[in-house]
């Protein structure tokens, strides 16, 4: 028989929550039948949504939860004081097991301290870093730590190194891939303090494929395929990607409209270019896990519509099926014999 | 009398030295007889240059260096042992004043390390920053530091937004610049522990124009004129800048070449295309500048070609014309009283 996967979904969580966010995750039970959602938010609320949709009642469920998280409170005590968000009350069911994973598009910060706080950290695991996939121009790679764990010691880079690797060998399919330490020059006398120390460390690991530093300016070339990097640099990283990116793509838009001439030319070039853009779209690659915790939370964009929800959600399958966080264990067993 | 500036070119240093060094700095003295450009390099290897060329004598003098320092030589090494390199000859130079200004696109670690080493601090700055141009849709920021003082304290960072705010008033003429500190959220308690410590000391000072934190989505809008970092998160969103740039422009190319109906779109939109491309990129807007060096080094691409080394030339005589050191100065003696 094959085993069944309970997703948490955060039905009031993001810009679009709580229509795109319900969407998504019918879409994605209907994709896949193994997957269960437990839509969790206002009974009502969800429940009034719910009646535009068809799907099969066995494989989603509603859990009332009356409370919302902004996205502008403070983390930590919007997790301790709102015991009744659909947050808290989602993290709840992944550290009582019953569910094996959550999607949230809510406020990161309340994400990233309940995860912590509540769903807790696999023994053994320092930081659980926030682990994004982003485009390049050979596929994907993983960014880690892009915002979890600011101010984060060697250590804490070193066991991002194994767990990016693991999720990256399982779950997208890279064999044997490479690692790199995000440094200011290629060499392995440059860098901070903590870069150099972290260099060493992650050059002795015989876990990983650790291929050396990689410059900011060879991250979308898909250099490597496991960036390592401590949260305030990542987080740096992810948000200049979109940055640029979407400055360059709205001031090519902005030249493609400037008169007859040119947009004649734009509508020839359109499909073509149009697919070319769509690999560098955030919603099609899911969301972002926090890796190294008893379960799984999986944290999409705010501005996440149906799509993104639906791969977030199938994604929590892949993980549970790949047995993503038994391998973790498995690799801290050895890194201590 | 208008008064002369001499700079000292580096005529060995990058990767199309010495021809297009030699015939960028030769343009940059046509373009303004104020310029004296004493072009630093194997004598013989200058003048065989100079033969393609012509050029007022009183404005081009050859300096003759032996030696060449290398991109992979160790910089501390390289500043001390070769005595009889172009960039050591001209760093003496400058501090001999000799010359008011050098330009160099060789070795970044050994302009860095000779800057502060040979050329020397102006009394009271702690660190000489990095600050080069990047940029943005609504014309450019100055990104300070880029890459010279990694693990840099609060109190660089303080003297980083103050000198950068008088470069962006009187050599890009921005009126009462914004001035922004990198970071990952918007609210002030956000952010790693240099940031926290930096805030309430740039919310304080009463001679900039604070504005508060800037994440690096925001930095391609335009968002602050200067844009304060550690010098590691400077040097990622300088190279990453370049490298999503470049990758993105890439991709459109290929697909505006994938068929013969693109093709055709192509021809259309590409001197729209091209106009608007020319803003990014990076010889339009000269080189880097060292702030707060007894003298003023600048640093160009190593790959600048002539262009870019005329505007880097040109750029100090605009730093001699504002007095930048002098201001520089002042502000030191204004933040002790």
Known sequence: MDEKVIVAVDAMGGDHAPYEIIKGALEAAQENEKIIVKLVGQEEVV?????????????????????????????VNAIRKKKDSSLV??????????????????????????GQVIVGRI?????????????????????????????ARPSHLVQFARMGSIYMENIVGVKN?????????????????????????????????????IEAREVPN??????????????????????????????????????????????????ALKKTLKQFQADEYGGAPLLGLNGLVVKTHGSAKAVE???????????KEQKINEKIKENLLMERS
């Open 123 to 151: 023994k053994g695991i320092e930081r659980p870093p926030l682990a994004p996939l982003i485009p390049t121009s050979k596929g994907y790679s993983l960014l880690v730590d892009c915002g979890a764990n600011v101010d």
């Open 177 to 213: 891939p490479r690692v790199a330490i995000v440094n200011i020059g290629a060499e392995e006398e440059k860098g901070n303090a903590l870069v150099k120390e972290t260099f060493p460390l992650l050059k002795a690991c015989t876990d990983i494929n650790f291929i050396g530093s």
């Open 89 to 114: 009350v989602a993290m709840n069911m992944v550290k009582n097991k019953e569910a094996d994973a959550l999607v949230s598009a809510g406020s990161s910060g309340a994400i990233l301290v309940g």
């Open 47 to 75: 429940k009034k949504h719910l009646e535009d949709f068809t799907y099969r009642e066995d494989q989603v469920q509603v859990v009332d939860a009356r409370e919302i998280i902004e996205t502008e409170e403070p983390p």
């Open 309 to 319: 929800v639906k791969n977030s959600v199938l994604q929590c399958l892949t993980f």
């Open 222 to 271: 898909g250099y490597a395929d496991v960036i390592v990097s401590e949260a305030f640099v990542g987080n740096v990283i992810l948000k200049l990607y979109e940055g640029v990116g979407g400055m360059l793509l709205s001031q090519v838009k902005k030249s493609l409209m400037s008169s007859l001439r040119t947009k004649i030319g734009a509508l020839l070039i359109k499909p």
